[in-house]
């Protein structure tokens, strides 16, 4: 059993920067990847950016060279650096965890981006 819990979203305007922070509690140990996701009205949610355990990372094309993924294991929190966002970054942004295959993904509740001016 994993717990998730996201903070960092509010309102920005273009060009501004944010970072999301996703605290993991319970069963850390048992984490293996984890990732940061978006679901903006009307479309599907995607993946943003991915960190494994051993700090390897990938990002969507859109955000690459702007956002960064980082984790920090001695506070068991996973970090998103958003920096010159865009209107199309306007999206709710969920933290997964990702378990051993007898437990599946853990998903935090999302919290809110709105890029606007």
């Known amino acids: 059993q994993v717990q998730l819990v996201e903070s960092g979203g509010g309102l920005v305007q273009p060009g501004g920067s944010l970072r999301l922070s996703c605290a993991a509690s319970?069963?850390?140990?048992?984490?293996?990847?984890m990732g940061w996701y978006r679901q903006a009205p009307g479309k599907q949610r995607e993946l943003v950016a991915r960190i494994t355990s051993s700090g390897s990372t990938n990002y969507a094309d859109s955000v690459k060279g702007r956002f960064t993924i980082s984790r920090d294991n001695a506070k068991n929190t996973m970090y998103l650096q958003m920096n010159s966002l865009k209107p199309e970054d306007t999206a709710v942004y969920y933290c997964?965890?990702?378990?051993?295959?007898?437990?599946?993904?853990?998903w935090g509740q999302g919290t809110q981006v709105a890029v606007s001016s």
């Open positions: 319970g069963s850390i140990f048992s984490i293996n990847a």
């Open positions: 997964k965890a990702e378990g051993p295959p007898w437990s599946g993904n853990y």
